[in-house]
């Protein structure tokens, strides 16, 4: 698993009209290149009527299936660019659709490809794009004459606290880095004097919207 990755925040859409022409862009966060096929087709069948359905997608930990296609647009002027703007943005697990309807101006080779790239960011934009971290969850065990001190140490710092369970002894379920255990491990021990315990749990994405 990668510690961390860019990549789409769900599904969304944007639209914009270039030289009378309208291009409405399609984004969706697939993890499999069936899943990419089967949303390409679901954009095609709702804009059948559509002049072309331009497409690409990025599949993979390390980029293994990437492919573009130009539905008809002069060979590429459409799929390409559309994929170069996913590499370029350093996006994984994406597939993006194009839907144009002519305006009945000719763009050229130079002005399909800034069209089809505009309309890919515009989309990508309104969409939005999230940062995946791996992150583990480590429960640090206190009495609970340490639990104020701990909780604002936590709160002031940058980890995030998952949530606290109060039983015999406080557990502060603490979401970390994944490779960063055993930082965030010799700290609390300083901090509390050896006066805690610390265990590590599973491994998990969190996701933060990029700006």
């Known amino acids: 698993m990668l510690n961390n990755y860019l990549t ?12 009378k022409s309208r291009f409405i862009g399609y984004v969706k966060r697939v993890e499999t290149e069936e899943d990419a096929k089967a949303f390409i087709q679901q954009i095609k069948k709702k804009h059948y009527d559509a002049t072309h359905n331009c497409s690409a997608y990025i599949i993979g930990e390390h980029d293994q299936i990437q492919k573009a296609h130009d539905d008809g647009e002069p060979s590429g002027t459409a799929g390409v660019p559309i994929l170069n703007v996913l590499k370029q943005k350093e996006l994984k697990d994406t597939v993006v659709v194009i839907t144009r309807y002519f305006g009945g101006i000719k763009l050229g080779a130079g002005g399909l490809i800034r069209a089809y790239s505009n309309a890919t960011s515009e989309a990508l934009a309104t969409t939005g794009i999230v940062k995946r971290q791996l992150m583990r969850t480590m429960t640090v065990t206190a009495d609970y004459t340490l639990l104020g001190k701990l909780e604002n140490e936590l709160r002031a710092s940058t980890y995030q606290i998952q949530h606290i369970d109060y039983v015999e002894n406080v557990h502060l379920h603490v979401y970390v880095e994944e490779g ?21 749990g599973d491994v998990s994405y969190m996701e933060e919207l990029m700006q």
Do not use: A, H, P, R
């Open 8 to 19: 789409v925040k769900g599904e969304g859409s944007g639209e914009l009209i270039i030289q």
């Open 180 to 200: 960063k255990e055993q930082s965030f491990t010799d700290w609390m021990i300083n901090l509390t004097n050896s006066q805690v315990e610390i265990t590590q």
